[in-house]
């Protein structure tokens, strides 16, 4: 401790102490996974051994990036042997000052690739903050770095264009909206989806840039077209109708065409000078 503290005069003691059980913990959980995925048994001696040298190593100090007093980090990861093969998850939250407030460890089975152990690790995050076992009314920030960093470093890999089919998303999901609440898990899902196309940067303007994006927004469209009881003539389904805008701006002002010719049709052009547009100091700039 006082050799780590020369190293490191600023960081104090309690910080110190706080980055040793860390460290301990970090190898106890490589040890822990060489024998569920190599069966190699590390003996005790080997273990404090990995502990010393990482103590006496001062760039572990600075391995972890603390998150700001009011948020909280959780820190998540997936591993695989084989990619596919044995996999397992872990996480662990913590505040500003590096404390512990929850910790996870899970053997999720055979069969499993890297990306999706990652993206459990992270749905089981979710799932923890969503149950309570998390501190209530506190920003938590999700910290995973395998999933996007793997994409970008073989994205030479990936074909350019989509390999999809026209029409593909709609056989995959429900002809109407759900009925019934859903469960926790499936919303988070579809966040981690979210979470996704963030990372990948996806570019949603239209099919060709990226057919999910485009076909999940005229899905859900035309669950909010059945919902309003519209006719067919305005649903994707029915070969046209509803169109997509790309920004607030171009919505509030195809709206705004519509609703002056509509009203048009019923008082007659001559009229046009009459037709008055409401708005407050809230409504958007475009307006």
């Known amino acids: 401790m006082d050799q780590w503290l020369f190293l490191c005069p600023s960081i104090g003691r309690k910080r110190v102490c706080k980055i040793a059980f860390l460290t301990i913990c970090w190898s106890i959980w490589e040890a822990r996974n060489a024998l569920v995925f190599k069966q190699e048994v590390a003996m005790v001696v080997m273990v404090a051994e990995t502990v010393r040298w990482r103590v006496n190593q001062r760039s572990c100090i600075s391995r972890w990036c603390p998150p700001s007093e009011d948020v909280l980090k959780f820190n998540v990861n997936g591993s695989s042997k084989g990619n596919p093969g044995p996999a397992s998850i872990g996480g662990i939250l913590r505040n500003h000052d590096g404390d512990s407030i929850c910790i996870f460890s899970i053997f999720l089975g055979d069969g499993l690739s890297s990306s999706v152990t990652e993206l459990a690790a992270i749905l089981k995050a979710f799932e923890l903050c969503e149950s309570g076992s ?147 100091d809230q409504t958007h700039s475009a307006l």
């Open 134 to 280: 998390c501190p209530a009314g506190v920003s938590i920030i999700i910290e995973s770095d395998y999933f996007t960093a793997d994409y970008y470093k073989n994205v030479e890999k990936y074909s350019v264009r989509s390999q999809v089919e026209p029409g593909y998303l709609r056989k995959r999901l429900p002809e109407s909206a759900p009925y019934n609440p859903e469960p926790t898990e499936t919303i988070l899902q579809d966040r981690l989806g979210e979470m996704l196309s963030t990372g990948f940067n996806v570019v949603a303007f239209n099919w060709i840039s990226s057919p999910v994006a485009t076909e999940l927004e005229n899905i859900v469209m035309d669950w909010l077209g059945e919902i309003l009881n519209l006719p067919k003539s305005f649903l994707f389904s029915d070969n046209g109708g509803g169109v997509i805008q790309g920004t607030t701006c171009e919505a509030i002002l195809c709206t705004i065409a519509a609703a002056r010719d509509q009203t048009l049709r019923k008082i007659g052009t001559e009229n046009f000078e009459k037709v008055v547009v409401y708005g407050s």
